[in-house]
């Protein structure tokens, strides 16, 4: 079975700050990977994906993440926070047969203004 | 339309109550997912149907019953439920569960209290 790992449970941020969260994921086969973003009282949207091709993908609102399968990992990035990104971020993995979309357990993210 | 509508946005019942949430897609996506989301946890997936055919189980109680009348409609039934399965309970919807496009789109989910 699959499992994600989201290594930082709560990051502070001053804006303008650069931000990477951490996503590890264990399977064997060949998955596809997400992340969410959760803002407050609000429901999950999709940042980016990634199923194949190209492993540095860019998502909305200036976010990209990079699939480096040697490590298992699909890190994300934003080169510079705004207050407004303040939310709850997570990973999520897809693989099976069945239909496991299977998610980290979230990073809490508060940028400072 | 890339929406998933949940109904309703709110749900109280006491333990003896018997009600249904409904979930409804209008994208062609063959592939539907009920997940519960405590407070400050990540969602935790319930149920699976592909093709109208129920594909995961993830050892949820028998209090929670899903039905897939057709494609575009999911329905979770409840009865007898207990205060611990007060969430937020959130459906979603994919192209196909494997080999593709297997983004899934949230609803806005249902809060639900058990009183």
């Known amino acids: 079975a699959q499992s994600v790992s989201q290594h930082n449970h709560h990051v502070i941020l001053s804006e303008a700050a650069s931000l990477e969260l951490g996503c590890n994921y264990s399977?064997?086969?060949?998955?596809?990977l997400f992340w969410y973003v959760q803002y407050p009282g609000q429901h999950l949207q999709l940042l980016l994906k990634y199923f194949s091709g190209d492993p540095l993908v860019k998502g909305i609102k200036g976010f990209e993440a990079e699939f480096i399968k040697s490590k298992f990992s699909f890190n994300l990035r934003k080169p510079s926070v705004q207050w407004s990104d303040t939310a709850e971020y997570f990973c999520?993995?897809?693989?099976?047969?069945?239909?496991?979309?299977?998610f980290g357990k979230g990073t809490k993210l508060s940028v400072k203004p | 339309d890339t929406e998933v509508t949940q109904t309703p946005k709110h749900l109280v019942m006491g333990m003896t109550n018997k009600k249904s949430l409904k979930c409804e897609q209008h994208?062609?996506?063959?592939?539907m997912y009920w997940y519960k989301q405590k407070a400050k946890k990540p969602p935790e997936l319930m149920f699976v149907y592909s093709y109208e055919k129920l594909s995961i189980n993830e050892s949820v109680p028998s209090r929670f019953s899903p039905e897939c009348p057709n494609s575009s409609l999911l329905n979770l039934h409840l009865h007898a439920l207990q205060p611990e399965d007060s969430a937020l309970y959130l459906c979603?919807?994919?192209?196909?569960?494997?080999?593709?496009?297997?983004?899934?789109?949230f609803g806005q989910g249902t809060r639900l209290t058990v009183v």
């Open positions: 399977y064997g086969g060949t998955v596809n």
């Open positions: 994208m062609g996506h063959r592939a």
């Open positions: 979603a919807s994919s192209h196909q569960v494997t080999g593709g496009d297997t983004e899934a789109f």
């Open positions: 999520a993995v897809y693989g099976g047969s069945q239909g496991n979309l299977i």
